[in-house]
């Protein structure tokens, strides 16, 4: 399945790559591995762009945190949750999907777990 952040498991999960970005492709301004999993990285730098409203570092890869109290209340990016303190898009990996989470631009997300994302 697909989403305009890149490729999505059976059950909405963004499938992402933590690794070095070695970029196979492009997707919306997302660096994307050979098997379309987006990168991402947890590390914010003053060389970051930001790409339909999401920071994304200087090699492509989207910056995520996980959900933490000092980046509440969230803000919101195209209905997708974003940290107050970096702008960074929350996310949770592999966690149990709350029946209640909508599909957001085609990824599953909620407003306490931010994007459902898995490393596959």
Same mark, same amino acid.
């Given at each position: ?7 999505? %498991? ?7 790559? =933590? +690794?070095?970005?070695?970029? @196979? ?5 997302? *660096?994307?591995?050979?098997? +379309?999993?987006?990168?991402? =990285? ?10 339909? +409203?999401?920071?994304?570092? +200087? ?7 996980? #959900?933490? *109290?000092?980046?509440? #209340?969230? /803000? ?5 949750? =974003?940290? @107050? ?6 996310? /949770? ?6 029946? /209640?989470? #909508?599909?957001? *631009?085609?990824?599953?997300? %909620?407003? =306490? ?8």
């Amino acid at each position: 399945m697909s989403s305009p952040l890149g490729f999505t %498991d059976a059950v909405g999960q963004l499938k992402i790559n =933590t +690794g070095a970005v070695a970029a @196979k492709a492009y997707r919306g301004g997302f *660096a994307l591995d050979g098997s +379309g999993r987006v990168f991402v =990285t947890t590390v914010v730098s003053a060389g970051d762009v930001y790409v339909g +409203g999401l920071r994304v570092s +200087g090699a492509g890869a989207l910056v995520v945190s996980d #959900p933490a *109290a000092p980046s509440q #209340p969230y /803000t919101y990016v195209k209905g997708l949750p =974003t940290s @107050k303190v970096d702008s960074s898009l929350i996310r /949770t990996v592999d966690g149990v999907i709350l029946a /209640t989470a #909508p599909y957001v *631009a085609g990824v599953r997300a %909620d407003d =306490t777990n931010g994007v459902y994302m898995t490393i596959l």
